[in-house]
């Protein structure tokens, strides 16, 4: 790292730099010293000095060769190097200016001079510190995505992006002095490896762990065998950090000169991660990706336009009582009807409601209306709940206002916990049940046997109901695993106390294995599909399929 107002003296003469130090000592600069261009280089890499005054002619390395190596470096380029020299012959100094030094000191010294110098280039020294800041990424000194941006302005140049994977984890683990030599290390190779493949680019350090490649020629390799190439390289690489190696990994994304659009290319990398990729090449799947958000923007205006003209409605799925042989309760499903008429079930519409923040208000209509339509029935009824819903405030205190308001439809209500998402906090989820249960609520957890669910979580809850997963009951018929699966949740349940339902009850032969195992309910279209109705047997037959298989009273 650079040290503020910091100059480096070479001189093979000891006597010019004290003479130097001395003109300058109360500045409050802080002086390095060389004696050649070769330790000048040395120290200059080492402290990163403010401005560099460089004597001509010295032994082992002189100062014109000096400066050319050190302005190829890519933290010297726009150090201020002044040429301390009593030559006065014009080619000589031409020869000192293509080098690369900004100006000139002469001998014998003159303080004045020399002070207005220094102070001036030390100006220009801060300025170039606050460029580097604005435009290199602190850690490796390589350029940020601000000067990445700024370069695609000017060039149109294919691209490649790397995320180093679970690198948020390393400084967690490792500690953050670890996270970044890892970053200079990786810096470091990259700009190596390109090096031996002899192909010439500019590294960049956009943020934790993410760099980018702007490729100053076009290439001769595909993009993918590049991209094989490198991901396999990376994967053998160790990155050597005091008393350990570490093995690291990266995603890659590629993007051609024509759409090194940044954010595009970060948008592609991000698939590449969701979907474990070790690489994408942006044009292959971003015509998808813009398809996919653009249908996501005509979801949202979809829902938010169906939920202001009321078009947000429960439909009823009619479940059979076992042993009474009839329909005792129903599951109020969620609907969206189009403009047309068109009825959605939630696998269109609902992901897209919770990214654009109209899950809850969904639920919130659901609940109301559903709670409007019992209070008059006598039949039970069955409303999903996740655990989104639990752990939202405004949902909660819906639920409570429509209980308190609402006490015998609440002793027919069975909340129906969803197992399709993780529960971050189980006290909430308990703490939500022992509350509702004091207003009569049944509990029931949804596609037991598969997911999050298991034989500890109905020990934790204590269900009513334990509805069995489709995927165990749709082949119960022919699986024997199924069938011995089946039958072990049953037994587990009722010893407990608890009803069982098989859902997915699909056709007939299905119906008639349930049947052996003594599940209190079924539900699946073949009993009755959903329907905006509530429909039992005796009102609607037409909507049941099962009739031949039970007697009607």
Known sequence: MKTANTILIVDDLKTNRMVIK?????????????????????????FNPSIIIMDGLMPVMDGFEAVEILRHLEAFQRTPILMISSLSEEEIKLRAIEAGVNDFVSKPFEK????????????????????????????????????????????????????????????????????????KKFGEYLQNYFAQQQIEIDCYHLGA??????????????????CASLHEAIKIYEIELENFSYDISATLCFAHAQEALLESAGFALETA??????????????????????????????????????????????????????????????????????????????????????????TEIMLEKVFALFKYMEKEVTINLSFLDISSTLIYDKIIDLLEKNPETASRVTFELLEDEEVEDNDVLLDFIKVVQTYGVKIAID???????????????????????????????TNEKSQVLTEAINTFSHSLGIQTVAEFVSQEDIFLKVSEYGIDYVQGYYIAEPTDKLVTIQSHPEYFKFQQSIEVD
Do not use: W
């Open 209 to 226: 762990g993410e760099f980018a490649i702007l490729f100053k020629q076009p290439l001769t390799t595909k993009p993918d065998e590049l």
């Open 273 to 362: 991660i969701q979907q474990k990729k070790t690489y994408v090449i942006m044009k292959d799947i971003i015509e998808t990706l813009k398809q996919e958000a653009s249908n996501n923007i005509a979801s949202i205006h979809k829902i938010k336009k169906a939920i202001e003209e009321d078009r947000i409605v429960p439909y009823f799925q009619p479940i059979f009582d076992m042993k009474q042989q009839d329909i005792t309760k129903y599951e109020a499903l969620v609907r969206l009807i189009e403009e047309d008429g068109n009825v959605l079930s939630p696998f269109f519409f609902l992901e897209a409601a919770k990214k654009g923040n109209y899950y809850l208000q969904i």
């Open 447 to 477: 596609d037991f046997g598969s997911g999050y669910s298991n034989f500890q979580r109905i020990m934790d809850i204590n269900p009513d109901i334990v509805k069995i997963d489709g995927s165990i009951i749709k082949d119960i018929s």
């Open 22 to 46: 001395k003109a300058l000592e109360k500045e409050n600069y802080t002086f390095i010293e060389a004696s050649n261009g070769e330790e000048a280089i040395q120290m200059a890499k080492e």
């Open 112 to 183: 004045m001079e020399l002070l207005v110098r220094c102070r001036s280039y030390m100006e220009v020294a801060r300025t170039n510190s606050q460029y580097i800041l604005s435009s290199k990424n602190p850690v490796t000194l390589l350029p940020n995505k601000t000067a990445l941006q700024s370069d695609l302005e000017e060039n149109e140049s294919d691209v490649l992006l790397l995320r180093l994977d679970n690198f948020c984890s390393v400084g967690t683990f490792y500690g953050e002095d670890y996270a970044q030599t890892l970053e």
